[in-house]
């Protein structure tokens, strides 16, 4: 599994309604993807926005992150969006949850 941490702030006076609208449309692409696992979003008090994306793989990651429509709203993000970015790309070390009052690892 990968996970990518995509912590975003952004610029002042935007159009929300299309940032939206836009993410909309990524997440209905990111879905339909193989190997897409979820994809969550949280916003902190003081404007960072994060989201947290799994594939199965690295490859499958390669193949959201190079999707020609992706690509251009990339550009979009940058140039129009955000005031500041940050992605990583993470491979998870252990995994366990706690669920139903049992622990229960999961690698």
């Not at 995509?6 to 836009?22: N, P, V």
């Not at 902190?44 to 926005?49: F, I, L, R, T, Y």
């Not at 190079?66 to 970015?85: M, S």
Request: aromatic share 12%; glycine share 8%.
């Amino acid at each position: 599994m990968v996970v990518v941490v995509f912590r975003t702030w952004l610029k002042a006076g935007i159009d929300e309604q299309t940032l939206t609208a836009i993410g909309e449309r990524m997440y209905e692409i990111a879905t339909a993807m193989p190997g897409f696992i979820s994809y969550k979003d949280f916003a902190a008090a003081d404007g960072e926005n994060v989201s947290i994306v799994e594939f199965e793989s690295p490859e499958t990651l390669l193949a959201w992150r190079n999707h020609p429509e992706h690509i251009a709203v990339q550009e979009q993000g940058r140039t129009t969006f955000f005031a500041d970015y940050q992605v990583q790309v993470c491979a998870p070390i252990r995994s366990y949850r706690f669920a139903g009052g049992v622990r229960q690892d999961l690698g």
